[in-house]
């Protein structure tokens, strides 16, 4: 790529330079050669200084100082008296010295200005540089006075030109409609005084492609006693349509794993169950010809009649282990801070929250006692309740996709977590029935998660069930004994 380097500006000839520093000193003493009969002081000195100056800032050090050395001589020569001769009088000799000194001081002023500038013009460039290799811009908004100020990737961020004035109208413009809601909610926040922000959303650019943005920023107060919004914006849109894609694969990897899970059991199971159905029908059909006989044979019918229940029994056991194994292992119970399983699950099911623009809200209470349960298991009924939460949203556009979650002491021997969306809630139908295996809505679901998560909660001695909120959304909520009331580990 090219581009010109930030050190490029300081590139320019030497020789033009200082053929500038001549130059500009010869202009000053044409100028005042000429300006002199008409004044009453010569005006050397002055514009001598302006030639000083220009030199300095145009060249730098070498030209500056050359400036300086031929005002010297020339002031010497045709200014000082006795004119056109370098004789001076010892009285004139301190207009000598302090011209070369003001000139020293001019060149030196403009030299370490120029430095500062340039090492600043270096640092912008540097930034402007890593900004555009991260994709990330900046930006800075004053919320009192409204003004938005953005770094040119920002510009490249939005797709506007950098002529045009930032502004939070041209912000939502752009934003994608569906995350509009959540863009304004932010920036009301800002306005109220709110201090650290970290959300993602997406753009809908005039070419209908999407870009997906991670937004921090944080409220700066300067000591003049003005606040304003410092953040940085991060195209994420590669890596989160890397995920996207991946999520894909390994849910439809996971639902294939599934399916052929459950096909494997399912054909196991009826093997296993078909062979005392098939002995059960054998030894009822023997029986019935046994006791059909003219004179009828009880003993052998009773035998028969004994085998069908052995066998009926067979096909009970093996049931029975199909539902332990549904159940898994009993879990493990121990002593757990259930917020601190929460934080745990909440950490796992973020990629999922963001990529699905939900906030996840906890409202945890504090000192609640500890409860008895099976960590991972927690955890599984946890994350299960809030990716339903987070489907259930997904296509909410017209209110901020809220996902709480919290918690409570019930009664003195129950915790109560309770995982509540603003989701598209459910049918009519009983609530209960959310809870049986097999039942879904979703064209890709399996209709078990519910299911799992009420035998895990069963398992801890709790319970689980749903309720509709008063507003838009579904509250699912369950309860887990306390380990100091009931259970001494
Ligand atoms: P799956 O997610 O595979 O469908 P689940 O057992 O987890 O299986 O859920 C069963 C059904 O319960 C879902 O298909 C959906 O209809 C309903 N459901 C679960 N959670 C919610 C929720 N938060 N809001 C609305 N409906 C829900």
Partial sequence: MSRSSPLQWSRRSAFVNYAVAVLSVAVALVAALLLEPHMQSSPFVSLSLCA???????????????????SVVGFTYYFVPPVNSFDVAPTDLPRIILLAVTGLFVVWLNVSRRGAEGALRRSEAYLAEAQQLSHTGSFGWKVASGDLVWSKETYQIFGAEETVEPTIDLVLQRVHPDDRELVRREIARAAQGGQDYEYEHRLLMPNGAIKHLHVRAHRVKYQSGAEEIVGALTDVTATREAQEASHTAQANLARVARVTALAQMSASVAHEVNQPLAAIATYAAAGLRWLTREVPEVDEARACVSHILEEANRAGEVIRSVRDVARKADPELTPLDINEVIDEAVALLKPDALRHCVT????LASELPLVRGDRVQLQQVIINLAINGVQAMA?????????????????SDQVLVAVEDVGIGTGPEGLDRLFSAFYTTKPDGMGMGLSICRSIIEAHGGRVWASRNIGPGMTFQFTVSAYRSRCPL
């Fill in 52 to 70: 000083i100056m220009f030199s300095a800032w145009f060249g730098g050090l070498g030209p500056g100082l050359l400036a300086t050395a031929l």
């Fill in 360 to 363: 996840v809200q906890l409202q």
């Fill in 395 to 411: 296509t909410v556009a017209r209110r901020a996709r809220v996902l709480t979650i919290r918690t409570e002491q019930r009664e």
